[in-house]
């Protein structure tokens, strides 16, 4: 039996849900990969870090956390930081699940660039590192002959990365498009269904689909960054966030919903990037509108959508329907078994 | 550099689509996979076989078939049939490209199984045998160390086996829903504009959404044989399309769906199958209302799309727009790189 370790950087909603699904298929990873997975570190900003190379009781920390907001004496608690944990923990895969910094990609990046030079895997949750470090990031994985997987970074678990990577082989991508924003695709519908701004506001902070400073996806940040990375990763745009034509749903009026509607159209929030004759990827994010009758206008709530076009395949649309915190988890668990994957084949 | 020799048993427009494809991209083969694909032999109804272990000249067979309608002498035509040519011509990968009898999944299964008990590799796009005969093939194919695959064989090289077997690692799957036929998809589309009967089975024609005899597709025999492979694959539901509560467009009249239209639905023709609680799998095929707001209602003329439902990721939906043949091709395409990674593994 061989044993891979794990360090967790971040222990939020997403985390601990990572660490369930850890404990319910660890018998069915044995006996699939001969290979125990166990967490040695845990970093996170409120809750206590704990660092055990014999592996943490990963039932008693999820214990800890929800009866006592942190970890108990009954770890090894450790007084290194989050950085000194990625500088210095004993681990195989680093898993990045630290808060977003969506204007610099940091620390993050710099969390994944240690164990890259440790050459360690990678696996990141946050968007930061692959939107704006993706080319970096990539090179110093192929250099240190390690993994570096990041598929939960857009639309969470559902395959988007991957179904480009393993699934649509030797096609190459020429235009990518979607709707990737959720609190922005539920406070047009809401609108759209006469609702008062405020009243969706608090809907959907009571919903968990808007954040308690929901400025960052209203304005188009959050969308940007996915499509700065979505585009980096499946089309080699080398830009970041801060490049894309950028518009948010700031300025869009009831009347201009109700005006599309007497048209036939609804408004949602699209992000796009497409290859320009000068070789150059061009990405935008703003409102538009759309017919109806098309398969975007079914895209309500937290549902979303990644249109993928390729040269050899056309135009493949992949949808995630409704999802919570355990599609998060699945994401960053696939990226587990890609890891496990290619250890088994380099055997 | 390698050889990889393929059979192709039938040449229609996907076969034919096949080889430029094959043509247009054996450079970047040669460079990925060191590794030269010819073509050694073709089986065809009409048009002659050929087999020439040195390696077809595709480019002349391509415009044999394109100004004579058949291969001329410049090849080495065989008299040896289409399961001669299973049995005894040199190849390595069988692709299976004959025309589908939907009712027994014959000749095509036994062309795959003669393949298989000379342990060779088999692909294909004849949806027949892996609706009527996946457990034996699949069984025959692990017992052989071979590969079989059958990407194409619903929506063209639209990944839905590959999306769960190589993106969706350990989820189960528990239901599998969608529109897989483009005829009827097409009629009831029409229908609703307010086209007349006989005007769209014209109009149909002209554009080759609609067969010289579309009964296969209206009374909903090609949507259950299409949902039947997909349950065997993703299910492991071990049943025949004969098997499926079938039911067609071919009662439906325009009354209903202005009946539907008056209540914001419209009517599609749905495939469906989920495992009930004694285990086994149920599969239905016919008409249901949808609401004009779902997603289901914005896939018309050709595109399609299937949902996969698991236990870890939740509902995910897959959709092909407005696909040609070459997206045919690109599924058989799309198997034979997989083939080659296979080989490439194994060294």
Redesign the interface.
């Known amino acids: 039996m061989e044993n891979l370790k794990l360090a967790l950087l971040g222990f939020g909603n997403a985390g601990q849900a990572f660490c369930r ?1 850890l404990l319910e ?1 660890q018998d ?1 990873i044995r006996d ?1 990969y001969k290979t125990d997975v166990t967490v040695t570190a845990i970093a996170t900003a409120s809750k206590g870090n704990i660092h055990d190379p014999e592996g943490i009781d990963l039932e008693a920390a999820l214990e800890d956390v929800s009866t006592e907001g942190r970890f108990s004496e009954r770890h090894r608690l450790t007084q290194l930081s989050t950085m000194e944990l990625a500088r210095q923990a004993d681990y195989d895969v680093l898993v990045e699940m630290t808060p977003l910094n969506i204007f610099t990609g940091q620390p993050a990046a710099d969390h994944i660039k240690t164990a890259f030079s440790r050459k360690k895997h990678a696996i990141t949750a946050n968007k930061g590192p692959v939107a704006w470090f993706f080319r970096e990031l990539a090179e110093m994985a192929r250099e240190a002959g390690v993994c570096f997987f990041y598929e939960t970074t857009v639309m ?4 988007v990365f ?2 480009v990577e ?6 190459k991508v020429t235009e990518v498009s979607g709707i990737l924003n959720s609190t922005t695709n539920f406070i047009l519908e809401e609108l759209a269904l006469g609702a008062d701004y405020d009243d969706i506001m608090e809907r959907g902070r009571s919903l968990g689909f808007i954040e308690a400073d929901p400025a960052m996806d209203i304005e188009g940040y959050d969308a940007a960054a996915k499509i700065t990375a979505l585009l980096n990763v499946l089309m080699d745009a080398r830009i970041t966030p801060d490049q894309v034509k950028r518009k948010g749903i700031e300025d869009i009026t009831v009347n201009d919903i109700k005006d599309a509607a007497s048209r036939g159209k609804v408004i949602k929030l699209l992000c796009r990037g497409v290859r320009k004759d000068d070789g150059s990827v061009e990405a935008t994010v703003g409102p538009a509108e759309v017919s ?9 709530s937290t ?1 979303s959508i990644v ?1 993928i076009t390729t040269d ?13 915190i ?2 998060t988890a ?1 994401g960053v ?2 990226d587990l ?2 890891v496990l ?1 290619n250890a088994a ?1 380099k055997k």
């Open positions: 699904l298929k069915e699939t969470d678990g559902t395959p991957n179904l393993n699934t649509l082989k030797m096609a109806k009758d098309d398969i975007l206008a079914g895209i309500n549902t249109s050899l395949m056309k135009k493949v649309s992949i949808i995630e329907h409704e999802p919570e355990e599609q699945y668990f696939g078994l890609r994957d084949i």
